[in-house]
């Protein structure tokens, strides 16, 4: 027996098991009401669905009658030759004989109507009399025939309600002389729809689309009523909802009618109408009937296998599972709460999981027997290892702490060398900073002198160079006298010839008048440059001499630049001698400053060292006594569990 909260696994199978058959049959109860909905959603979408079909193969094998007889009466040449001559009686003749000859083949009203090649009525075969209208505005069909040269079918609105229409051209020596039709009113769809279904048919077109003495309006529609129709379907039609009869397509019900709602497309896709088919709702509901029973029992059929798995599932669960893991539960009840006898084992023999569970738990028992025994002679071990563990941990916190003594000793000695260390690494690095900087300041100083000789030597060859222009300047100079002495004798040869213009000017007299103005005029011209040029000469000359001084002088200071650059090398190089000696001096400095600090940083892991010796030692301290309070506790609890393991029978 479990005893407390606990709940026996038959229990905890039992309650989601009757949780799970509760839910089952709550979702086959709705199962079982969607399905009944479906089923009459069904059966309603079907009987639409079928009688659409029948309409629409109804109006198409009408339509294809019209079309195909409209061809080959238009191809008639008595026809057309009437049509050509306006001869109206002779096709009368012809069309009242084909209309007969239709109606008695198909059993059906047909009308034959011939326009003229202007879209206008030419002959009516159950009209005589009626001919002459303009047909262009309201025939479309006949308008796309007139256009098109080509066949039509149709269904139209006439002015009797709903028809259907085969439309051809005529032509004479392929020339288009006018259009043929052939008509067959809805009537007839409605009539045969009534018959083939068992259904009441009324024809329906747009709200006064028409005018006649046996319409009967419903919402939209104007229903075309017939004396076949039941008077009862015509009232219950009225009274239907205006959303039902307005909507574009479908089905709706009434009390006694299953009533689908046809629309007619007319040409073009123009609404032309509608049927409305009513079905006697008896008959619809007895498929209803039929197919829910069917559902029925296919349900009740499910919901018993799953009610006859239950319970033997429940059967095999009190014989298979219960019963023996009651068996089991005995067995180790008997183990847990009996003398603690281990030499007993679980007896089941039922080849199946139990008896594994069963061979398990008696090799678990065999291993917790051996346990017990080999934890007996480790016990008594134990106690003799626990007073030779007291007795050593005594002996080693004596060594401890004579170990610590002089580790502390040890500690302080180290101290005082790192300080000094420390001083030391101080004052080398000191002195590689030092001898660092004045190799910095001498490296800057050759470089300073290496760019002042450059810059000397570079000066000192411009300065030769210049020294070569102003000799050449010279030169040039002394040419430009050269050049000044030849215009300075034009001159005077100028001032000569003028001078004797001027005397043959006055021997001629007044003729030679102007001529002696000119004269005067190039002698003046001549004195003017004659003074021009000793001007020009005269600072030519004070240039040349300036020219000479300059180029001495500048020659003087190329050669002393020349010497002071040879002088300025030789400290350079003296210079350069003296930055290597800084270098070998500092590389020999920072090599001491790494060796300080070397020793440094070992001095002070020494002392880390020892402080953690020191941390140690008093660790080790602790832990001795430690050690010597747990082989006493050890030894007590040894004890204990001797007491302890010797209950169990082994």
Avoid at 178 to 183: A, C, D, R, W
Avoid at 471 to 498: C, F, P, R, Y
Avoid at 565 to 580: H, I, K, M, N
Avoid at 608 to 621: K, P, R, V, W
Wanted: charged content about 25%; overall charge negative.
């Amino acid at each position: 027996m479990l005893s407390g909260k606990k709940r026996t696994i038959a229990f905890k199978f039992l309650v989601p098991m009757v949780g799970v058959t509760a839910l089952t049959v709550l979702i086959f109860a709705l199962y079982s009401v969607n399905v009944m909905k479906s089923i009459r959603r069904g059966v309603y979408q079907q009987e639409a669905s079928a009688i659409t079909s029948y309409i629409d193969e109804s109006i198409s094998s009408n339509l294809s009658v019209c079309l195909t007889n409209a061809v080959s009466l238009s191809q008639n040449t008595a026809l057309v030759d009437a049509l050509v001559l306006q001869d109206r009686n002779a096709a009368f003749e012809i069309l009242k004989k084909v209309s007969n000859s239709l109606s008695k083949v198909f059993s059906s009203n047909f009308k034959i109507h011939m326009h003229d090649a202007d879209a206008k009525s030419f002959l009516r075969s159950w009209d005589f009399d009626n001919y002459g209208e303009d047909l262009s505005t309201e025939r479309k069909s006949v308008m796309q025939v007139r256009e098109t040269k080509g066949i039509v079918d149709a269904v139209e609105l006439s002015r009797t309600g709903i028809t259907v229409r085969g439309v051809a051209p005529m032509f004479q020596m392929d020339w288009y002389v006018g259009s043929l039709e052939v008509i067959l009113p809805g009537s007839v769809i409605a009539e045969a729809a009534s018959e083939d279904l068992r259904a009441h048919v009324l024809t329906a077109v747009q709200k006064g689309a028409i005018e006649a003495s046996d319409v009967v309006n419903v919402g939209e529609y104007d229903l075309l009523v017939s004396d076949s129709v039941s008077s009862n379907f015509l009232d219950e039609l009225k009274q239907a909802a205006a959303g039902d009869i307005e909507k574009e397509s479908g089905y709706f019900v009434t009390d006694n009618y299953f009533i689908v709602k046809y629309p007619v497309k007319g040409f073009n896709s123009d609404t032309a109408g509608a049927f409305f088919v009513g079905k006697d709702y008896n008959i619809v509901n007895n498929e209803i009937a039929a197919a829910e029973k069917v559902a029925v029992v296919q349900i009740i059929i499910s919901l018993s296998g799953f009610v006859v798995i239950i319970i033997v599932m429940v059967f095999l669960l009190r014989v298979i599972v219960t019963s023996k893991l009651k068996a089991l539960t005995d067995a180790t009840h008997e183990l847990a709460e009996g003398d603690g006898d281990l030499t007993k084992r679980i007896n089941i023999k039922t080849a199946d999981e139990f008896e594994t569970a069963a061979d398990n738990t008696n090799r678990f028992i065999s291993k917790v027997q051996h346990t017990v025994q080999t934890s007996l002679d480790s016990v008594l071990e134990n106690v003799s290892a626990s007073e030779e563990l007291s007795s050593t941990a005594a002996t080693l916190a004596q060594n401890i702490s004579v170990q610590t003594s002089k580790v502390e000793e040890s500690s302080v000695l180290v101290n005082e060398v790192a300080s000094n260390l420390d001083k030391t690494e101080e004052l080398a690095v000191t002195t590689t900073e030092v001898l660092e900087k004045g190799r910095d300041s001498l490296l800057e100083l050759v470089t300073s002198m290496n760019s002042v000789v450059d810059r000397i030597a570079s000066d000192s060859d411009s300065q030769l160079d210049l020294a070569a222009n102003m000799q050449e300047l010279n030169m040039q100079a002394k040419e430009i006298q050269n050049v000044l002495g030849i215009i300075s004798e034009i001159a005077d040869q100028t001032n000569l010839l003028a001078l004797n213009a001027s005397i043959e000017a006055a021997r001629a007299g007044e003729h030679g008048r102007g001529f002696a103005v000119v004269a005067d005029e190039v002698r003046k011209l001549a004195e003017r440059t004659q003074t021009s040029l000793a001007d020009i000469s005269h600072i030519t000359n004070q240039i040349v001499g300036s020219i000479g001084s300059s180029s001495k002088a500048i020659t003087e200071v190329s050669e002393s630049m020349r010497e002071a650059s040879g002088r300025s090398q030789e400290l350079v190089a003296l210079a350069d001698d003296t930055s290597r000696k800084l270098d070998e001096t500092v590389a020999v400095s920072s090599e001491m400053v790494k060796m300080s600090t070397f020793i440094a940083t070992k001095t002070k892991g020494m002392i880390d060292a020892m402080e953690d010796i020191t941390n140690i030692s008093l660790e080790n301290t602790q832990a001795g006594a430690s050690v010597e309070q747990v082989a006493g506790t050890l030894a007590e609890k040894s004890g204990t569990v001797s007491y302890e393991l010797k209950k169990f029978k082994v």
